[in-house]
């Protein structure tokens, strides 16, 4: 879960970024390297687990415009 913990930390950030303008070359590293590390689901997870699966889910889609493709 630290990893779940540290790309929360990270889509916050992206958050507060101004997505009226382009998203800097930087964004977009970031923002590629946060989707190839989302946690995928499985069927043993706890609905808790799930659950805070599909809240970064729905962070990392709103920071990152552009990029739900990634999204496992």
Excluded: F, W
Excluded at 44 to 69: F, M, N, P, S, V
């Amino acid at each position: 879960m630290t990893g779940l913990k540290i790309s929360a930390a990270a889509l916050m950030l992206l958050a507060g970024c101004n997505h009226l303008t382009v998203a800097t070359e930087t964004e977009r590293a970031i923002c590629e390297v946060i989707g190839n590390e989302l946690p995928t689901r499985s069927r043993q997870d706890t609905q808790q687990t799930q659950d805070e699966i599909g809240r970064l889910y729905t962070a990392y889609e709103a920071a990152c415009q552009g990029h739900g493709g990634l999204i496992p």
